[in-house]
C-alpha cells in the first residue's frame, strides 16, 4: 500500500481534527505536484474506517480528473468500493459507497447520492460562491437531505479572481484552511523540482489593454500579443533554452495565437501541437498521448493545461498569456513542478511580466492574495552572468552555476527585461536540513518481521526511517549498513528489541537530505558531524527496503 508522507499526513490529521471540533467545510492547499490524489485517496479510506455505512462523493471538473483519482484511490486501496459518475467517461455507477463524479454529469442529481455523508472537492478554487451554480445546487440538495454533510476542499490556488479567498467573505463555500504546504518547503525537501527564471529579451506590452470581470478582455490582448515579431523572437529564445529539455509547454493568450507560437516552434525544428477546450476529444487525446511518450517536444495550449494535468516530465514553461489571475499563474508554473527520473530542475520563461506582478510563485500564498500584489513592484532581479538565471539584486553567488555575479555600474542602465523581471522563487532553497532531535523506536511490522523506526526532526518538519533488521535478504543488508553508518558495534542487532537496547551507540546524523526518486520512493541521505554519508532508498509501495 502507498504511504503518506509527512505533510500529506499532517493535511489529513488538520482536516479530521477540524471536523472533530466542530468546524465547516474544510479547505487543504497543497501545490501541484504534492499528491493531493493520494491524500484524497486517504481520506476516503480513513472515512470508511471510521464509518463503515458512510457514502462518499468526490468531485471534479474534467474527466481526466475523475479517472485519475479513481485510480488512486484503487492503487491505495485495491479492494475499495468505488464506482464513477461521468458522461465523458461513458459511465453511471451512483450506487457504490464512494463514486468519483464530474460535477456537470450530478449538477441536478443530488437525488441519486441522498445520504451522502462526505463530498470531496477537487481543484476547489474553480467553486463559485454562487448557490445557483451546479456545486452550489448540487451541495444545497446533499444537505437538504443531510445537514450534517461535511465537505472538503483540495486545491493548490486557494482563491479566485472574482471574490479572493475562498475562505473568506459573504457566500463562501469553506469555513477557512485547515492546512497549507508551501512550495519552497516541498522544494526543500526533494518532493518537487526546483525551479529556474530566466531573463528573457522581451516582455510582452499589455499596457493599453482593456480588463473586464477583473482580467484583461480577451481578444484585446490576443490583438497585442499576437505578432510575428513578437512570436519569433520569442520562440527563438524557447529554442535556445529547450534544446536539451525534453517537455515544453506555452501557454497562449488565445487560439490564433498558440496556433502561431505552435508553427514558429515547429520552423524552429522542433515538434508541436497545439491543445485548444475547443478541440474534440478525442484528437486532444491523441495529442497528449504523443506529448507523455515524448514523441512531440512541444505543446502550445489555450484554455486548457493549466489545471488536471499531469506530466512529470515537463521541465519548460513559456508564459505567454498575460493574466491578473494569481491562481491561473501559480497552476501554470506548477506544471512543471513534479519530478520525473532524469529531470533536476525546470525553466520558467516569464514573457508576461506575471512574476513581476504576483510575485515568486512559492511567495503567492491565500495570505498575500488578500494581502495584494505579493511584492508590489519594488523587488528587482539580475541576471547571472554565467547562465542567465535571474537573482536577487543582493545576491553574491548563483546557486544554478556558483558563477560569482560581477560589480555592477551605478550609472549603467539595465536591460528592461532583467531589472523588470523577479526571481520564479523567492530564495534558494537548500536541500540539506538540519537534524535538531531523533527517536528510536518500534515501528509497525505490517504484513512482516517489525522493523526499527527513527524519526527524524528539523525545524518545521521531520521524516522517518524504517530498518528492517528482522528481513532477510537486500532488506537486512541495507540495515546492517545503516546500524554501521550510524555507529553501531558489531555484531549487529537482529531484532529490533536488542537494537533499543543497544541505542546509545548509535550516533545522531547532523544534516538529512530528502529527494523523491519516482513516484513510490525518496531518497534519504544523512550526513554526519565528521562528514561521512550514508544514502538509501525507501519505498512506498510493498515492504520497505
Known sequence: MLRLREYQRAALDALHQHWDAGGGPGLVVLPTGAGKALVIAALVRAWLERRPRARICVLAHVRELVAQNHG??????????????????????????????????????????????????????????????????FLAGLRAANPDLK????????????????????GRVFARIVHESTVGDLIGQGYLAPLIC???????????VGK????????????????????????????????????????????DHAACVRDAVRAEGFTCETVTGEMGRRERDRILRAFRTGKIRCLTSVGVLATGFNVPEVDLIALLRPTQSAGLYVQQVGRALRRAPGKSDAIVLDYAGL??????????????????????GAARAKPCP????????????????????EAEDAEAPHAASAEDALPILSETVAGWRSVTGWTLGQGPGGHGPDRLEAALRWPGGGCRVEVCLEHSGHARERAVAWWRACGGAEPVPLTVAEALERRDELERPDSVRIEAAGRLSESVELRFPDGRRFRDLRRWGGAAA
Request: negative net charge.
Open 386 to 405: 554565467g547562465c542567465g538565471a535571474l537573482i536577487a539584486l543582493n545576491a553574491s553567488t548563483c546557486e544554478a552555476c556558483w558563477v560569482e555575479p
Open 72 to 137: 488512486e484511490l484503487l492503487a491505495y486501496w485495491a479492494e475499495a468500493p468505488a464506482g464513477i459518475f461521468s458522461a465523458g467517461l461513458g459511465r453511471r455507477e451512483s450506487a457504490a459507497p464512494v463514486t468519483f463524479a464530474s460535477i456537470q454529469s450530478v449538477r441536478d442529481r443530488a437525488a441519486l447520492f441522498e445520504g451522502t455523508d462526505l463530498v470531496v472537492i477537487d481543484e476547489a478554487h474553480l467553486v463559485p460562491r454562487s448557490a445557483e451554480t451546479g456545486y452550489g445546487r
Open 198 to 208: 530566466k531573463a528573457t529579451a522581451l516582455t510582452l506590452d499589455v499596457s493599453g
Open 151 to 170: 465537505v472538503a476542499g483540495f486545491t493548490a490556488t486557494p482563491y479566485r479572481l472574482d471574490s479572493g479567498r475562498l475562505d473568506e467573505g459573504e
Open 212 to 255: 473586464r470581470g477583473g482580467d484583461y478582455i480577451p481578444s484585446a490582448l490576443e490583438a497585442a500579443v499576437n505578432r510575428d515579431w513578437i512570436t519569433r523572437a520569442a520562440v527563438e529564445e524557447m529554442a535556445r533554452y529547450g534544446r536539451d529539455r525534453r517537455a515544453w509547454l506555452a501557454f497562449c493568450a488565445g487560439i
Open 355 to 376: 512574476v513581476r506582478m504576483h510575485g515568486p510563485v512559492d511567495a503567492v500564498t491565500a495570505r498575500s492574495v488578500a494581502l495584494g500584489p505579493a511584492l508590489g
